[in-house]
């Protein structure tokens, strides 16, 4: 289970630095959103 925190980690710092160089908008909110809200699901 460690390990599939550690790449789901991984992989959200990896979407949002993909997402941060994009002007602010509502589609780039709402996808920050969307990532976050998988990342903070209890397990």
Known sequence: ME???EK????K?????ILEPLP???AKQAMNELVE???ARKL
């Open 24 to 26: 602010e908008n509502p």
């Open 8 to 11: 789901m980690n991984f992989f």
């Open 13 to 17: 710092s990896e979407a949002l630095s």
């Open 37 to 39: 809200y998988f990342t």
């Open 3 to 5: 390990y599939a925190v």
